[in-house]
């Protein structure tokens, strides 16, 4: 089972970025997908999660109606769309899977002007 996110990087508070998660060696249409995120001196956060099926996610309210997370199933990828960034958005951020409870390598994430 492999969970692999490019697509991190610097953007400034306001911008946008979308992160990817590739899927492989797993049945991957038949699990939900979450993404979680880090940061620095904070617990580990719960920020959006998909069902297997796709159509609406579920989100920690500290990101609802900012980011919106989607999948593409016929890829085996999951998406997360992140708008309207905030410095405190700054994080690594993790897909996860509960198919042998996978993590995803995680990507950094860093708003600042």
């Known amino acids: 089972v492999q969970l692999v996110e490019p697509g991190g990087g610097l953007v400034q508070p306001a911008g946008s970025l979308r992160l990817s998660c590739a899927a492989s060696?797993?049945?991957?249409?038949?699990?939900?997908m979450s993404w979680y995120r880090h940061a620095p001196g904070q617990e580990r956060e719960l920020v959006a999660t998909?069902?297997?099926?796709?159509?609406?996610?579920n989100y920690a309210d500290s990101v609802k109606h900012r980011f919106t997370i989607s999948r593409d199933n016929p890829k085996n990828t999951v998406y997360l769309q992140m708008n309207n960034l905030k410095p405190e958005d700054t994080a690594v951020y993790y897909c996860?899977?509960?198919?042998?409870?996978?993590w995803g390598q995680g990507t950094q994430v860093t708003v600042s002007s």
């Open positions: 996860h899977t509960v198919y042998r409870g996978t």
């Open positions: 060696v797993f049945p991957f249409t038949s699990y939900p």
């Open positions: 998909i069902t297997s099926a796709g159509g609406r996610g």
